[in-house]
């Protein structure tokens, strides 16, 4: 393509934006972008990457990551979500290739009748194959199944310098395993075979079971892996280290024969006032929420979605921290150092910022399918902090030293500030990950973390 069919080409499919127009789910940090490009065909991808100046762009899916992973302040987006085709499924083999803004939701809708479902899902079905790949997301069930990126058979990636390039096991396998958990970095993914799991239907024979202390909590987890399939636990991080919660557990269930009628949700609206956060309403939270499970029935037969998804039943539920936003903290840390986990409780419940949900989970030891693939053999909690300032990054760094003393990691796709040290300590293959790059491609996290 000539340099003046690319100009025109970048002028018809970028977008000016407003300051704010582009957030990722924390809301947190508020940046402006130089420009979203919105390509509707993979066949425009070129002429985007062509014309870019070097460190310039970041393919965006649908923006549910937290922190800053998913933004290129003052930079360039490249936003997928319109390269949403689907453009094959093998229902003998499960077998799926679509274009990488495809969402996991959309997937579920035409497969799941089928009788296939995702291999790994994380905890929301508004995201895109491109997103899960990038951050090689996980699920309740990585204890047996590993992370997403396990599961993508083939992708083909637009490269700046090299054009389509097709990435399998035989093919560039390097560049596969680089892009898995590739944040983004490696070029923008067109599309991706991804090998789907054949299930019964849309039901899940699901168990729920409170807990008392940590020590419960890795007894549940110990005898539930081996006979559950997905597991995750709440926990109200209120009470330190010696945390309540409710221990979910669940497998697909036979043929229920019963008609599945998918729910809508409420959305709220607009930002709630911060003042409404505080830790009186999150203790009262928190408690409520412990006493409904620990006296619901413990087993029963349950939607796929309310079992995966509780939280995409209120859209927009971010906004309920206010127009400060919030930020994640997810870390693991090795299953040797309970003592660690107990540490960081007891600083949050201290702190009296602890957050509504705090989620655990122990990662099984499947080998990682990318690079920087973020899990790991060990314990995983995730926990949201309304943003106040300098107090809420201040309580972060402290739960950082524990953190990095431990021996665990940090999750950039739930992160907005982690320094430079910890994420080097986190992802050691950082510095081989750096000649897998594209030339064109940079993130706000990127240049934070690297210093670049
Ligand atoms: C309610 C909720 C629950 C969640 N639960 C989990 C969970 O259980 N487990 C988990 O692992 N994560 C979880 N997440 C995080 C989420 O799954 C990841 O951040 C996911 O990557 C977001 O995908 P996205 O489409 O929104 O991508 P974005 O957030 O927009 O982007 C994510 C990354 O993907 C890259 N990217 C996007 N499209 C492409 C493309 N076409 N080619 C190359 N790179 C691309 C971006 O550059 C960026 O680096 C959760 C998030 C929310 C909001």
Request: charged content about 20%.
């Amino acid at each position: 393509m000539s340099g003046q069919a690319a100009a025109t080409l970048q002028r018809q499919s970028v977008s000016a934006l407003p300051t704010t127009g582009v957030l990722s789910w924390g809301r947190y940090p508020k940046i402006a972008h130089q420009y979203v490009h919105k390509p509707g065909w993979n066949d425009q991808v070129p002429g985007i990457l062509q014309a870019a100046a070097p460190g310039s762009l970041l393919p965006h899916g649908l923006g549910r990551s937290y922190g800053d992973s998913c933004l290129n302040d003052g930079r360039q987006l490249i936003d997928c979500r319109r390269l949403n085709r689907i453009l094959g499924f093998d229902e003998a083999s499960g077998m799926i290739r679509c274009e990488s803004g495809v969402s996991l939701s959309d997937i579920i809708d035409l497969t799941l009748s089928k009788g296939w479902f995702l291999s790994v899902t994380p905890g929301t079905r508004f995201v895109t194959v491109g997103g899960s790949i990038a951050n090689d997301v996980h699920g309740k069930n990585h204890h047996r199944a590993g992370t997403f990126g396990a599961y993508v058979r083939q992708i083909a990636l637009h490269r700046s310098n090299d054009g389509l390039v097709i990435c399998n096991a035989e093919e560039n396998p390097d560049m596969l395993h680089a892009t898995i958990g590739g944040l983004g970095l490696t070029g923008v993914i067109a599309w991706a075979d991804i090998q789907l799991k054949r299930v019964a239907g849309p039901w899940i024979d699901a168990e729920c079971e409170p807990f008392e202390s940590l020590s419960s909590f890795l007894d549940l987890s110990r005898d539930s892996d081996g006979q559950f399939e997905y597991t995750v636990a709440w926990l109200d991080c209120v009470r330190g280290k010696n945390p309540r919660g409710i221990f979910f557990r669940g497998n697909h269930s036979a043929d229920q024969g019963k008609h599945f009628q998918p729910r809508g949700g409420p959305r709220l609206p607009f930002a709630m006032p911060h003042w409404m956060l505080n830790r009186y309403s999150v203790k009262a939270f928190n408690n409520a929420y412990y006493t409904v499970h620990a006296y619901k029935e413990s087993a029963a037969v349950v939607p796929y979605d309310s079992f995966f998804y509780p939280l995409d039943r209120v859209r927009r539920w971010n906004l309920m921290y206010g127009k400060n936003g919030f930020l994640q903290y997810q870390c693991v840390i090795p299953e040797t150092r309970v003592d660690a986990l107990e540490e960081l409780l007891d600083r949050i419940a201290g702190s009296g910022m602890g957050s509504f949900l705090g989620v655990l989970k122990q990662f099984g030891p499947a080998p990682p399918a990318g690079m920087l693939s973020f899990p790991r053999p060990g314990l995983t909690i995730a926990l949201d902090f309304a943003m106040r300032g300098e107090r809420t990054l201040k309580l972060m760094q402290t739960l950082d030293e524990v953190v990095q003393q431990s021996g665990g990691a940090l999750y950039p796709a739930k992160d907005a500030r982690m320094s430079p040290v910890l994420f080097e300590a986190s992802f050691p293959r950082c510095h081989d990950f750096v000649s897998y790059i594209d030339p064109k491609m940079s993130s706000s996290f990127w240049r934070r973390v690297m210093g670049a």
